[in-house]
DNA sequence: ATACTTGCAAATGATTTGCCAGTGT
DNA sequence: ACACTGGCAAATCATTTGCAAGTAT
């Protein structure tokens, strides 16, 4: 509901934007290409390199998982696409303004919980007021205790 | 120089005490385990496994990395250790109680900063406020742009 | 035509595991 | 003695890289 006071990243309204976006660094649209966009817009939230290379469970066609890591990067660099990492498990990918939530994790149960709006502004304001810095716990999560884990001991 | 206002963890007085505690719980003094111990205590910061298999640069003698790995998860396991992500390097070891400043990183040009005392605490509150999680930002990271690169663009 | 890209295999880096010989207690 | 450990090799997992063949522009 609240419209958010940072600058808004690349946000592409459409597959056709993030096409263009590759046509404009003279990047070729190929089909392996075009599968991993396709991947991230069919996905519900941020998804592993070996789900994109997998079809999404199948929904969409499978693809070389070396060459979908390959694209993954390179759409990174342009801003398209951004990365997380949650916990130990491997990278998830998304579309840079997509599912662009901070995440909080409790190392003991594994529960976890995404921080929006006013809730993630607030920390991110305190962190800046702390250290100066600008962060957006969405490459590295933040981790600690959730509250019934914290009573427990 | 501020005293930390929160309860301080484990913090072992000296090696000896952590023997004792692997004593207690029917665990081995073996000469490896005690080599790890004497790395993470003669260690000036969070050490990677490699470098306290390594000997920490030739201070200690060396010993194999799969075991020190293993040394290490016990340890933690008991509470005695603790390790930490910084980007997407190797993980890093500490005793407990020991090097536990959070830390932030720039994900631009790499600048680390630790977050200590009254600034860490400060962090630590926004979090709790804005979803109740208590988090140390010692395992994973805080990464976001650090003053300098968050003002280029 | 000519780069940019792919797919496949092999390489890497970090961490884990199987196993049997070695050793604290 | 006996169970816990260490050392070493081999296995995993996630990710990267080398290269020859394929293809978008």
New binding site residues.
């Given amino acids: 509901m609240t419209v958010s006071h940072h600058a808004v990243p690349v946000h592409l309204p459409s597959l056709v934007a993030a096409?263009g976006t590759?046509?404009a660094?003279?990047?070729?649209?190929?089909?392996?290409?075009r599968?991993?966009l396709e991947a991230l817009f069919a996905a519900e939230g941020p998804v592993?390199?070996?789900e994109v290379a997998g079809g999404l469970d199948g929904r969409l066609p499978a693809?070389?998982?070396?060459?979908?890591?390959?694209?993954?990067?390179?759409l990174e660099a342009l801003g398209v696409v951004r990365?997380v990492?949650v916990g130990?498990?491997?990278?998830l990918y998304a579309l840079a303004g997509r599912h662009e939530t901070g995440y909080v994790a409790c190392d003991r149960c594994g529960t976890r919980v995404a921080l929006e709006g006013d809730a993630l502004a607030a920390v991110g304001d305190a962190v800046r007021a702390a250290c100066g810095f600008a962060c957006a716990f969405d490459h590295f999560p933040l981790v600690g205790r959730c509250p019934d884990c914290a009573a427990e001991r």
Avoid: C, E, F, M
């Avoid at 130990?88 to 990278?91: A, V």
């Fill in positions: 096409l590759l046509r660094q003279g990047l070729r649209i190929s089909s392996a290409r599968l991993v592993t390199a070996d693809s070389d998982l070396a060459s979908v890591y390959r694209n993954l990067d390179t990365h990492h130990h498990g491997p990278g």
